[in-house]
């Protein structure tokens, strides 16, 4: 068959179109990654040793922006007034799953955002003054008899250290009195003093304390057991496999942003968090590296939304609009 020049010239003026079709997302200017926490905190590592890989994958910068206040709403605000072309990222703790139940300016934040990756998770430990002088089933019997005798801290109402505690009660069918601290510095004074009986903290926060016998830890919520504390039990060997109780933290994006953009971020999350020298590092801060895509973290975190509704409204707990 032979085909005459004017359909010749139709499929030459076609291949750039295809082309560009087929050709990967790239961002056309530096890259926003949106933090709602002030600088310093846990989630900046992440943020930082991935930004050199970002850049590579992505042919742009990845500058990452700290924007605090109103327990990451004004954060999640400024990224949903952002354009939707893959030029801005949230970060995201558990307090996103949390925010969904206990804020009405974030109860569509879930149909809002799309989740990317889900990057890295800091597991929880149980840990209890050593003036308690108790082990697991101890604990679990006074928990059970003591008709709410017992006082546990957490570092702030509906974070996921409070949310976790509860959880905790739930599923041991304990009761105990919340003590709400801003923060962790008076929490562990207290806890040191015997002033509360236990708490669940991130297991960097409480490695040295540990070690130096100002506290005992009992449990561990990772899903095996960790380097740093080798000889504490997870909740799973302890029968409670179930418990959400841990600190994580991920990547977002508006909804309505092309999927050739939510995949190549998520590519290019996924390179990072597979580079060698970010995980080694990442792993040295005690973080687990997760590196899970967004059709797994977005189940996750339905997971999270599902559990912690149920936590805050069987508990009646409320924050500050």
Do not use: C
């Not at 079709?21 to 200017?29: H, I, M, S, T, V």
């Not at 308690?132 to 005798?149: I, M, Q, V, Y």
């Not at 017992?150 to 739930?170: C, K, N, Q, V, W």
């Not at 057991?225 to 496999?241: D, Q, S, Y």
């Amino acid at each position: 068959m032979v085909l005459d020049r004017r359909a010749l010239l139709l499929a030459g003026l076609a291949l750039p179109t295809l082309a560009r079709a087929q050709a990967p997302w790239k961002p056309e200017r530096p890259v926003r990654l949106i933090l709602p926490f002030t600088p310093g905190t846990s989630m900046d590592p992440v943020a930082r040793l991935a930004q050199e890989s970002l850049k590579d994958s992505l042919g742009q910068s990845v500058v990452v922006e700290n924007i605090a206040g109103a327990a990451t709403v004004i954060a999640g605000a400024e990224t949903l007034k952002s354009p939707p072309d893959g030029h801005t990222m949230l970060m995201i703790a558990n307090s996103f799953a949390a925010n969904i139940t206990l804020r009405t300016r974030t109860a569509d934040w879930q149909r809002a955002f799309v989740p990317v990756v889900q990057a890295t998770v800091v597991p929880h430990v149980l840990v209890a003054a050593p003036s308690l002088k108790t082990d697991w089933a101890g604990l679990l019997k006074r928990l059970r008899e003591g008709g709410g005798s017992m006082t546990y801290g957490s570092p702030g109402i509906g974070t996921s250290p409070h949310l976790g505690a509860e959880h905790f009660l739930r599923l041991v069918g304990g009761k105990a009195v919340h003590a709400p601290y801003n923060g962790t510095a008076q929490l562990f004074v207290d806890l040191y003093a015997g002033r509360i009986d236990f708490a669940l903290s991130n297991l960097p926060d409480v490695v040295q304390p540990i070690e130096e016998g100002k506290l005992v830890a009992l449990a561990v919520t990772a899903d095996q057991r960790v380097r740093e504390l080798p000889k504490v039990p997870t909740f799973a060997e302890l029968g409670l496999p179930d418990l959400l109780s841990d600190s994580w933290f991920g990547i977002m994006v508006r909804r309505d942003t092309p999927a050739p953009a939510r995949e190549a971020l998520e590519r290019a999350w996924l390179t990072a968090l597979a580079h060698p020298d970010v995980r080694e590092r990442l792993q040295a801060l005690s973080f687990t590296v997760l590196a899970r895509p967004g059709a797994e973290f977005e189940k996750v975190i339905e997971r999270y939304v599902a559990t912690y509704a149920t936590i805050i409204r069987e508990n009646g707990i409320t924050v500050q609009q």
